[in-house]
């Protein structure tokens, strides 16, 4: 979102970023808001004038009444005004949600590093880390080589929870554990507080993403003004909501572990066999808040900390710039994180390192009082740590093996009890 005071003074940069996002339709929008916020704004002027004009009769009234002349014409005209007040108040309210509204659908101005484009297609690939590596045999599709090690279950969980669910056995159900853990031991050496945060938010509470996102994403619980968490990132911002901070306590580095709940209900939908797209999966995600003027040394800080993890598992890595049209409304700037499938012969996005400015910030009341007295919107950060379930499948394709074992990353095996293979589960 955009404030009006932002979009009074910025026209052209609104109009320019609304055409740099594909958004053209939105421009009948923008030219409404600059319509409506000009009349609120002489409504207000008209308001004030009828106020002064009030206090300077009410003022003669009195001066008449101790001369003893007539103010019978001054107490008709004074008890008109309050209706002309009540009249302008009322168009002012409906002005200002309407306003309110529009700035809603207003994006975030994208960044300088964003480039132009219209959709997925032209992402733009800024940087990789080493290449594939070649297999002498076949490799299997995920899904595959966990059922016939025993480690999952799908069909169970099919019957219990419907499709886009999972059981994890054994040695699998260990390492994604081992994958929790292994990034809130890195995300807390590095400085970051962890927070157990709510797994259930309010709709209000739920602002912090996008009208698109909320209905692609975010499931509800029946007849409670309450949702599940697609990510801990939306009750992490939400723990400062109405609170103002002092700048000095800039910036807050925070993590947090959670299962993460989503419906999946866009294009792709959930996979119908296997870990790729489900409705619920296990995610450490952090999240910064900071000065404006340190955003980009933050964002850096984001990206580097998942890289540095991504890399250590020894995945092939590469880091994607979102380009404006694929870009979320709420954000300024997108890096996507994608480790190589070898088996699907494509890139397996494991997260993603966001610059919302203030949008969350504004959206939720969050403000920061300077040493001189002044108050701003902090901006926000947020980037996965891991997400486990697409990290299982991205492990399990480039570390299985030609007997159909699973090697267990060598950073990962003293969360394993010292095993550094998956040999089949005859346990369960």
């Known amino acids: 979102m955009l404030s009006i005071k932002y979009i009074r003074e910025n026209k052209e940069k609104v109009l320019e970023n609304l055409q740099k996002k594909y958004q053209e339709e939105k421009i009948k929008d923008l030219e409404e808001i600059i319509v409506l916020d000009e009349e609120y704004r002489t409504l207000i002027k008209e308001a004030n004038n009828i106020k002064h004009q009030r206090n300077k009769i009410t003022e003669q009234i009195a001066k008449n009444k101790q001369k003893k002349e007539d103010v019978s014409s001054l107490l008709k005209e004074a008890k008109e005004l309050p209706e002309k007040i009540k009249q302008i108040d009322a168009r002012k309210e409906e002005l200002f949600i309407k306003i309110k509204q529009l700035e809603e659908i207003m994006p975030m101005i994208v960044s300088e590093q964003t480039p132009k484009g219209k959709d997925n297609l032209e992402n733009k690939e800024i940087k990789r880390f080493s290449e594939p590596k070649e297999y002498d045999f076949e490799l299997k599709g995920h899904a595959e080589v966990l ?4 480690v999952v279950d799908f069909e169970a969980s099919r019957n219990v929870s419907g499709k886009g669910f999972y059981y994890l056995k054994g040695d699998l159900a260990l390492l994604n554990q081992a994958l929790i853990r292994y990034a809130q031991d890195f995300l807390y050496k590095k400085g970051y507080v962890c927070v157990s945060a709510p797994l259930m938010i309010n709709k209000e509470a739920c602002n912090v993403i996008s009208f698109e996102d909320f209905k692609e994403s975010i499931f509800k619980i029946q007849e409670k003004d309450l949702h599940l968490v697609a990510s801990s990132e939306l009750s992490l911002v939400n723990l400062f909501k109405d609170k103002l901070l002092k700048e000095e306590e800039l910036p807050k580095k925070m993590f947090s572990f959670s299962p993460c709940f989503r419906q999946e209900i866009g294009a792709h939908g959930v996979d119908e066999r296997g870990l790729f797209r489900v409705h619920q999966f296990d995610k450490v995600e952090q999240v910064v808040l900071c000065k404006p003027e340190e955003v980009n040394t933050y964002f850096k800080e984001l990206l580097d900390n998942q890289t540095e993890m991504l890399l ?9 710039e979102i380009c404006s049209g694929d870009l979320g409304d709420m954000k300024e700037r997108m890096i996507d994180l994608e480790v190589w499938g070898p088996k699907r012969k494509d890139w397996i996005e494991l ?6 400015n203030n949008s969350q910030t504004t959206k939720l009341n969050i403000r920061v009082k300077t040493k001189d007295q002044e108050k701003y919107y902090p901006y926000t950060l947020n980037n996965t740590g891991i997400s486990t379930t697409r990290t299982l499948v991205a492990i399990v394709e480039n570390f299985q093996t030609k007997e159909g074992t ?3 990353p060598e950073i990962l095996q003293k969360y394993m009890f010292g095993k550094k293979e998956i040999k089949k589960n005859n346990l369960l």
């Open 351 to 356: 997260g993603s390192c966001s610059n919302l």
């Open 147 to 150: 059922e016939k090690l025993k």
């Open 312 to 320: 250590a598992l020894g995945f092939t890595l590469r880091h994607l």
């Open 406 to 408: 699973i090697i267990v």
